[in-house]
């Protein structure tokens, strides 16, 4: 746990700081900045900052389904390399799940590619579970969806279920 970071509801003004933090967490996909700014600007109650003092440490992006509001979706979750380990994330993805929980959400669902090893590890330790839906492939132990994001994109799917929640 790293003392002094603070997690908040991320604001307009975060999207350049994420989008600068972003290029230093490969494998995580790399977005157009646009998609920073419609976070921060469309989806603040659901996107996260973790700071320490006046520097965005890590983020969360993140919405509800307009779809079916019982579904949320974590869109991005980074934490700057040096930091990695010490809880952040940790922290991230429960103050998303309280909040989407308290709007009524009741699973929670990601991807990842299947080379991101170190997002499947922290992603199971935290209770998700690969999904198995349409045409699947192996992918080392886990099971990832063929062609998920695109032609030969395939992506391990994660489901959770919001602890006091339902799953449908």
């Known amino acids: 746990m790293v003392i002094g970071v603070m997690v908040r509801k991320a604001r307009e003004e975060d ?6 933090l972003a290029h ?34 890590g983020f969360l992006l993140g919405f509800i389904s307009q779809d079916n509001p019982s579904e949320a979706y974590i869109h991005l979750l980074c934490v700057s390399p040096s930091l990695r380990g ?11 799940a309280g909040t989407v929980k308290g709007m009524g959400a009741r699973e929670i669902y990601l991807i990842t590619k299947p080379s991101n090893d170190r997002a499947i590890r922290f992603y199971l330790k935290n209770g998700f579970k690969p999904v198995k839906e ?15 994001n695109g032609p030969g994109e395939d992506m391990v799917v994660f489901r959770k279920s919001i602890p006091g929640g339902k799953t449908f």
């Open 86 to 96: 010490s809880g952040i994330a940790g922290r991230l993805l429960e103050r998303f």
């Open 15 to 20: 999207f350049l700081a994420i989008a600068e």
């Open 24 to 57: 230093e967490c490969p494998p995580m996909v790399t977005e157009r900045n646009s998609i920073y700014h419609i976070f921060t600007r469309f989806f603040s109650t659901t996107s996260f900052i973790a700071e320490d003092g006046d520097e965005i440490v």
């Open 134 to 148: 349409g045409k699947t492939v192996e992918s080392g132990s886990l099971v990832a969806v063929a062609d998920y």
